[in-house]
C-alpha cells in the first residue's frame, strides 16, 4: 500500500491567462500549417480547378468575348474571382478539420484542456487563413501569365485582401463545421453554398448591366464584396482604356452609388468577425 501512494504524482492543473490561451491558439494554428505543409497532393489538387477556371476556360472563351473586353484579355479580367475561388475552396477544405477531429476523436483530447473552447475556434479560423493564403500565393505568382503586373504595391494590396477573404471564409466554414459530425454531410453542406456564392459573386462576369434578379442576388452575395475590391485593384494597375474600364470594372452600386472599397472591406471583415463569433457560441454549446 505504501509503495503505490508513493507512485501517486501530483498534478497541477495551470490557472487560465491570456498568455495560455494564446498559446492555444498558436498551438492549434501551427497544427493546420504543419499539416498542410505535409500533403503535398492537397496543394497541388487545390490548385487543379482554378488553373482550369484561368488557363482553359478562359483561353477558351476569349475568342468569343474579346468584341466586349475592348482589347483586354479575358484572363487577366477574370484572375481576381479566380483568386477568390482558390481562397474560399482552400479554406472550406481547412475548416473541414474540425469535422474531422471530431470524427476521429482527436477533437475530445483538446477539449479536455484547460483552455476555452473560443481558442480553439480563433486558432481553426486563423489557420485555415493561413493555409488558404499560402496558397492563394501561388497562384498570385502567375500573375504575369495573364498581364497582371508585378508591382509591389498591387501584391501586397492583393495579398492583404487574400488575407481577409480566407479568414472569413474560413470562419464561415467552421461557424458550419461545428454543428456536423459527419465529413460526409460537411462536404454535401458546402459544395451546396460554395458554388452559388462563387457564380453570383461576379468572378466570371461585370455586375452590371445584369438581369434584375441576377443583380438582386449578387448584390446579396457577400463574396461580390470581396471579389469587387481586388478586381478594383487590379484594374488600378492596368494601362487600359476608359471604355474598358466602365464595362469590366463597373463596381457594385446601391441605388446608382458606387460602394467604396473601404466600405466593401469593411462587410467582409465584419461578416468574418460575425461568424467567428457565433462559431464560438455554437462550439461552447456543444459536447
Given at each position: ?13 495551470p490557472e487560465r491567462s491570456w498568455r ?57 479580367f477574370i484572375f481576381p474571382g479566380v ?149 478594383r485593384l487590379v484594374f488600378s494597375h ?50
Amino acid at each position: 500500500m505504501s509503495a503505490a501512494i508513493a507512485d501517486v504524482v501530483a498534478v497541477r492543473v495551470p490557472e487560465r491567462s491570456w498568455r495560455s490561451e494564446a498559446r492555444a491558439v498558436r498551438i492549434v494554428w501551427r497544427r493546420d500549417l504543419i499539416r498542410f505543409a505535409s500533403d503535398r497532393m492537397r496543394i497541388a489538387t487545390m490548385l487543379v480547378q482554378p488553373l482550369l477556371f484561368l488557363f482553359v476556360l478562359g483561353a477558351g472563351l476569349e475568342t468569343l468575348a474579346s468584341a466586349s473586353t475592348d482589347g483586354v484579355d479575358l484572363k487577366t479580367f477574370i484572375f481576381p474571382g479566380v483568386l477568390c475561388m482558390a481562397l474560399v475552396f482552400s479554406a472550406m477544405f481547412s475548416a473541414i478539420s474540425l469535422v474531422m477531429d471530431r470524427e476521429f476523436g482527436f477533437l475530445r483530447e483538446m477539449l479536455v484542456a484547460p483552455i476555452r473552447r473560443s481558442s480553439i475556434v480563433v486558432g481553426k479560423c486563423l489557420g485555415g487563413a493561413t493555409v488558404a493564403s499560402l496558397q492563394g500565393v501561388i497562384l498570385l505568382a502567375l500573375a504575369g501569365f495573364v498581364d497582371v503586373p508585378y508591382d509591389p504595391l498591387l501584391l501586397l494590396g492583393l495579398f492583404g485582401l487574400m488575407l481577409l477573404i480566407a479568414f472569413t471564409v474560413t470562419a464561415f466554414g467552421v461557424m458550419v463545421a461545428v454543428r456536423i459530425r459527419q465529413i460526409q454531410t460537411f462536404t454535401t453542406v458546402m459544395q451546396m453554398f460554395v458554388m452559388p456564392l462563387f457564380f453570383l459573386s461576379g468572378a466570371l462576369y461585370p455586375a452590371s448591366g445584369l438581369p434584375g434578379w441576377l443583380e438582386l442576388l449578387t448584390r446579396l452575395n457577400p463574396l461580390t464584396y470581396a471579389v469587387d475590391p481586388m478586381r478594383r485593384l487590379v484594374f488600378s494597375h492596368l494601362d487600359i482604356s476608359d471604355t474598358a474600364r466602365r464595362t469590366l470594372d463597373p463596381g457594385i452600386t446601391w441605388f446608382g452609388w458606387r460602394v467604396p472599397s473601404l466600405v466593401e472591406v469593411g462587410i467582409v471583415l465584419a461578416l468574418g468577425l460575425a461568424m467567428m463569433g457565433v462559431a464560438i457560441w455554437q462550439f461552447s454549446r456543444t459536447e
